[in-house]
């Protein structure tokens, strides 16, 4: 009887978790669907007619849409290939004998803490502007023709902000798994004459594999979306070098007011997501077992 | 020999590392130090490292031309309210999935993550739309709900993790004691479970209080946080990066604290425990 009480009052205390999290999800979702298939804009008071797949129709076949989706990937590419390309070695670097590491680690982690609009604007205005960022100094210091970041590589320049927003992180978990290194495992293979480079590709390397992928997978999930940085610096432009799906599906909403193209364009976002989304709840219901 | 080694390689190690560090915190030093000059000198080229004439009038100003106390107030509002309310959903939820489980609870926390995967501009239209229609565009109680739903799978999983690793056997002693529910959650549970309880609040409050794909969406002027207070800045006139640097640095500055107190608990809240 006392378990069943138990079961019974178990499953009220998770109801209102369960219920939120259930609402939260079908019913914007479901009103997306919704509005995809309507001629909807906020702007004619005449729309609101059924039109079936044609906002996908218009979606897919936008060539905004293939340059957002190639800026997309471009971006979640090249920063997780930074982030991880960068993380790996500092890690390696934290994980050395060093003195006061615990003040270097503060400030590595640092720019994760910085709100993205922070980031951005500091970015932009203190280190990248072409007449008197820091970075426009150094190069005039070196005899180069400083780089015009947001006009001649504003997606490049979004990338180098978003990074060293993320490679804290990247970094973080890399460290935080190469602590949990068996050491006799290393140093066994030192005693056996292992180079460091071949320790370090038999043995480091393989260790990392798992956090590596829990790297991309969280991160690609949360670069898929960013939006602030783009929103406060480049506003998309010029032109669409800058706009990937997230901007362009705000751009659609909240600036052409075309609910049901947004709507179309929003599944898709959804349907990108959770293909990588897959994969991460396999890991993580993996490691709930053990 | 092997002693004269290792000196060395930590002397390496620890310049590499200390190089590699400033590096990674110049652009933050960089804005701190600019928000001391005044806006001619923070402009200048070459730029002075140190030997300006530092001032204090671009906080003034701030506040004074833009009423950051109004913003600071609401980020401390909505990241407070959201995330204490969330704690208030999660913690019998996780509590009863961590000491009941049943063989669904596992399909439960993975659903319950798959929902945090979920875009937020999948969904931008509809929650605007409803938001409008509701009253509740650019009001705190708006932003505070839809933050505090938006971060609850976190919440539920972190405490969850932490949840699991109390040990069962002080509670079936509890339970033999003739313990309740009630007084087993309030006079075992939660002192055991108060640093878990903590660092989940805090890693919340700081995701909140970053948070800027809703805040920028769904608020301007009255319920605009510091993140959208911030954005302001993109479009100014005149010379303004002493004072955009004076208004991040107020902003970043208690989260930057906050995050160096919870940076052990990073990496296990935003993995969901799978890297520990």
Request: glycine content about 6%; aromatic content about 12%.
């Amino acid at each position: 009887m006392a378990t069943r009480q138990t079961q019974l009052l178990a499953r009220t205390l998770m109801t209102p978790a369960v219920a939120l999290l259930f609402i939260w999800m079908i019913v914007p979702l479901a009103l997306t669907i919704y509005f995809s298939t309507l001629h909807y804009n906020l702007l004619d008071p005449e729309s609101g007619q059924f039109v079936g797949f044609e906002n996908f129709e218009y979606f897919l076949t936008d060539p905004a849409f293939l340059a957002s989706l190639r800026n997309t990937l471009v971006l979640v590419g090249s920063v997780l290939a930074l982030t991880i390309l960068i993380g790996i070695p500092l890690a390696l670097l934290l994980d050395q004998p060093v003195i006061g590491r615990s003040i270097v680690r503060l400030m590595v982690i640092a720019p994760f803490f910085v709100m993205p609009t922070v980031s951005a604007l500091v970015w932009k205005n203190l280190l990248m502007h072409p007449v008197s960022g820091l970075f426009a100094w150094i190069a005039t210091l070196f005899g180069a023709t400083p780089i015009d970041w947001f006009n001649d590589a504003p997606l490049l320049a979004i990338i180098l902000i978003v990074s060293w927003q993320w490679l804290p992180f990247a970094t973080l978990i890399l460290l935080t798994a190469l602590q949990s290194l068996d050491e006799e495992q290393k140093e066994a293979a030192e005693m056996d004459g292992a180079r460091a480079l071949s320790t370090f590709i038999y043995i480091t390397l393989p260790h990392l594999a798992r956090p590596i992928t829990v790297v991309i997978l969280i991160e690609t999930i949360f670069l898929l979306t960013v939006f602030a940085e783009i929103f406060v610096t480049t506003g998309g432009g010029p032109g669409l070098q800058t706009t990937n799906i997230a901007f362009l599906i705000y751009s659609q909403a909240l600036i052409q007011y075309d609910i049901g193209s947004a709507s179309a364009g929003g599944l898709v976002a959804v349907v990108i997501a959770n293909i990588v989304a897959f994969f991460l709840v396999r890991i993580v219901g993996r490691n709930l077992e053990a | 020999m092997a002693r004269a080694v290792t000196t060395r390689r930590t002397i390496i190690a620890t310049a590499g590392a200390w190089l590699a560090g400033f590096l990674i915190f110049f652009p933050i030093l960089w804005m701190v130090l600019a928000s001391f000059k005044t806006e001619l000198e923070a402009f200048a080229i070459p730029p002075s490292f140190l030997f300006f004439h530092w001032t204090t009038e671009n906080y003034a100003t701030v506040q004074e031309r833009s009423d950051y106390l109004h913003h600071a107030l609401n980020s401390i509002l909505i990241a407070g309210g959201s995330t204490l309310i969330a704690m208030a959903i999660a913690i019998p939820a996780a509590w009863s999935m961590a000491f009941s489980p049943t063989k669904r609870t596992k399909d439960i926390l993975l659903w319950m993550l798959s929902t945090k995967m979920m875009p937020p501009v999948g969904v931008l239209v509809p929650i605007y739309l409803i938001f409008r229609d509701f009253g509740l565009l650019d009001t705190r109680t708006g932003l505070t709900f839809i933050l505090c739903l938006g971060n609850l799978p976190i919440v539920v999983w972190m405490l969850f993790t932490y949840f699991k690793e109390i040990p069962k056997d002080i509670l079936e002693a509890a339970r033999m004691d003739g313990a309740t529910i009630g007084r087993e959650l309030v006079y075992v549970l939660t002192p055991m479970a108060v640093p878990g309880l903590a660092s989940t609040l805090l890693l919340n409050l700081i995701l909140a209080w970053n948070e800027a794909f809703w805040t920028l969406n769904l608020s301007t002027l009255n319920a605009a946080p510091l993140t959208v207070f911030i954005a302001s800045y993109s479009s100014p006139e005149g010379l303004f990066w002493a004072k955009l640097s004076a208004a991040s640095t107020l902003a970043i500055a208690p989260i930057l604290v906050l995050g160096w107190f919870s940076q052990r608990q990073l990496v296990r809240g935003l993995t969901f425990g799978a890297v520990k």
